[in-house]
């Protein structure tokens, strides 16, 4: 049995989320592999909306368990804030349910004051201040917590932790010119010690699992923000490549089957970088009206442009997708011109008032994705039409996702 993976081929917010949670109806663990509480994925179930943050996004099915991988960066707070958010829509969020690998790396108040001291400085990215980079910094520089090391080794994890402080206090003098004297924080610790239950201290968790049960690699972020391979150096701090799955979970890499690619109708950036499709206009804000695009961890306005499929090919071609999902078909219903960006102009495609005509999908719709997959060279097998789960259509055969 193979596992299928989940990738964002833009900027982030393509609606992985959602279509994590269609497939984990049938599926017995969802794995994050890569980044922290900087993802924002937003589930819609009979209006009712939920936003997972670190935990991944199988939390709507009581069968399925979610892992949080290895190389994700967790942040004790956020995840404390997160889950007793999801406790109190109903959801079970019992150490059954949701485990830690015991070697993803914690992010301490420290990190995301780092973040914020360099966001103010001259070199803000506009990152979303979760601390995310100084997190994954502190880990190469071999300076960093683990989830698992203060039940392994208290004593010692209490004096490494008093050595990064230091450090990440000089760092916040050298930025600020000033002063810096963060302490300590005695509730972070206690705050761990609550999530003992959820660590797992596997060193292989999925070598077995993968054999006989069905699992779902929910990535985040997106190919565009990929540290090594998107827009340098207005990028996240991790790897969003499907490849990453195998290192970042652990997952068994030859157990990794069909990749799916998502990607919305037209594009969204949030934070600084270049975007070649822009749309500086009237347009571009009712777009961002219709579409919500308000950023689903920091509320910030997406930028808005048309779809470029120069970057999309790219970016199908970098993480050998499978298989492509477009979302968001129904939030450019009406528009009189819809645009496109094809080796290097922009060219004009038919509207579509509405995105089903009876029960298929509207013509003008179905040439627009005739035109990207023609492009692209993969089939678009999924069409987002709304924002519930239900709000899906197979344009090709879906298949067996594990097969
Ligand atoms: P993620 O980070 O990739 O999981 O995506 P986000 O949740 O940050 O942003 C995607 C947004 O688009 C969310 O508000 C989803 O509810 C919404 N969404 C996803 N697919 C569709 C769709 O086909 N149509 C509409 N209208 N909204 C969608
Ligand atoms: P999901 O999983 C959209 C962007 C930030 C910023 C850059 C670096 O919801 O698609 P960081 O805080 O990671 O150091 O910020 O990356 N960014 C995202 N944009 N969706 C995300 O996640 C993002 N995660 C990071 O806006 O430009
Ligand atoms: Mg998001």
Redesign the pocket.
Same mark, same amino acid.
């Given at each position: 049995m193979k596992h299928p993976i989940i990738i964002?081929l833009q900027y982030?917010?393509?609606?992985?989320?959602?279509?994590?949670d269609y497939f984990a109806q049938k599926a017995d663990w969802v794995i994050r592999f890569n980044g922290g509480s900087n993802?924002?994925?937003?589930?819609?179930v009979d209006g009712k909306?939920i936003?997972t943050h670190s935990v991944p996004?199988g939390i709507l099915f009581p069968k399925c368990k979610n892992f949080i991988g290895a190389a994700c960066v967790l942040d004790p707070l956020g995840f404390k804030k997160e889950t007793d958010e999801h406790k109190a829509s109903g959801l079970d969020i019992s150490p059954h349910r949701i485990k830690s690998d015991y070697r993803t790396h914690l992010t301490f108040p420290f990190h995301k004051a780092l973040d914020e001291s360099r966001e103010l400085g001259s070199g803000g990215l506009g990152t979303t201040k979760k601390g995310i980079g100084p997190t994954y910094s502190f880990k190469v520089d071999r300076r960093n917590i683990r989830m698992g090391d203060l039940f392994i080794d208290e004593k010692g994890t209490r004096e490494r932790l008093k050595d990064s402080l230091a450090y990440a206090n000089a760092l916040i003098r050298e930025m600020k010119g000033k002063e810096s004297s963060l302490k300590e924080n005695e509730d972070f610790f206690e705050i761990i010690s609550l999530f003992k239950d959820y660590v797992s201290f596997e060193a292989a968790p999925f070598y077995r699992v993968a054999q006989k049960e069905k699992c779902l690699l929910e990535g985040?972020q997106?190919l565009s923000l990929d540290i090594d391979h998107g827009t340098y150096p207005f990028v996240t701090s991790s790897n969003a490549m499907p490849a990453m799955a195998s290192v970042g979970a652990p997952f068994p890499h030859s157990k990794l089957g069909r990749v799916f690619g $998502?990607f919305?109708a037209y594009m969204t950036r949030v934070g600084s970088g270049p975007f070649a499709t822009e749309l500086k206009n009237e347009t571009g804000e009712r777009i961002r009206k219709n579409?919500?695009?308000f950023?689903?961890?920091t509320g910030r306005p997406r930028r808005v442009g048309w779809l470029d499929l120069d970057e999309l090919k790219n970016n199908v071609e970098l993480g050998d997708i499978s298989d492509l999902v477009m979302?968001?078909?129904?939030?450019l219903s009406g528009e009189e011109k819809i645009c496109i960006k094809r080796q290097g102009e922009i060219i004009e495609c038919e509207g579509w008032s509405e995105t089903l005509s009876g029960d298929k999908l509207s013509k003008p719709l179905d040439r627009y994705l005739s035109l990207i997959e023609d492009y692209v060279g993969v089939k678009i097998t999924l $069409?987002?039409?709304?924002?519930d789960r239900k709000?899906?259509f197979e344009r090709n055969t879906l298949g067996d996702l594990w097969s």
């Amino acid at each position: 049995m193979k596992h299928p993976i989940i990738i964002g081929l833009q900027y982030g917010d393509e609606g992985k989320g959602k279509i994590t949670d269609y497939f984990a109806q049938k599926a017995d663990w969802v794995i994050r592999f890569n980044g922290g509480s900087n993802a924002g994925h937003t589930l819609w179930v009979d209006g009712k909306k939920i936003v997972t943050h670190s935990v991944p996004s199988g939390i709507l099915f009581p069968k399925c368990k979610n892992f949080i991988g290895a190389a994700c960066v967790l942040d004790p707070l956020g995840f404390k804030k997160e889950t007793d958010e999801h406790k109190a829509s109903g959801l079970d969020i019992s150490p059954h349910r949701i485990k830690s690998d015991y070697r993803t790396h914690l992010t301490f108040p420290f990190h995301k004051a780092l973040d914020e001291s360099r966001e103010l400085g001259s070199g803000g990215l506009g990152t979303t201040k979760k601390g995310i980079g100084p997190t994954y910094s502190f880990k190469v520089d071999r300076r960093n917590i683990r989830m698992g090391d203060l039940f392994i080794d208290e004593k010692g994890t209490r004096e490494r932790l008093k050595d990064s402080l230091a450090y990440a206090n000089a760092l916040i003098r050298e930025m600020k010119g000033k002063e810096s004297s963060l302490k300590e924080n005695e509730d972070f610790f206690e705050i761990i010690s609550l999530f003992k239950d959820y660590v797992s201290f596997e060193a292989a968790p999925f070598y077995r699992v993968a054999q006989k049960e069905k699992c779902l690699l929910e990535g985040a972020q997106a190919l565009s923000l990929d540290i090594d391979h998107g827009t340098y150096p207005f990028v996240t701090s991790s790897n969003a490549m499907p490849a990453m799955a195998s290192v970042g979970a652990p997952f068994p890499h030859s157990k990794l089957g069909r990749v799916f690619g $998502v990607f919305k109708a037209y594009m969204t950036r949030v934070g600084s970088g270049p975007f070649a499709t822009e749309l500086k206009n009237e347009t571009g804000e009712r777009i961002r009206k219709n579409g919500s695009e308000f950023g689903a961890t920091t509320g910030r306005p997406r930028r808005v442009g048309w779809l470029d499929l120069d970057e999309l090919k790219n970016n199908v071609e970098l993480g050998d997708i499978s298989d492509l999902v477009m979302t968001k078909s129904d939030i450019l219903s009406g528009e009189e011109k819809i645009c496109i960006k094809r080796q290097g102009e922009i060219i004009e495609c038919e509207g579509w008032s509405e995105t089903l005509s009876g029960d298929k999908l509207s013509k003008p719709l179905d040439r627009y994705l005739s035109l990207i997959e023609d492009y692209v060279g993969v089939k678009i097998t999924l $069409v987002g039409t709304g924002t519930d789960r239900k709000s899906l259509f197979e344009r090709n055969t879906l298949g067996d996702l594990w097969s």
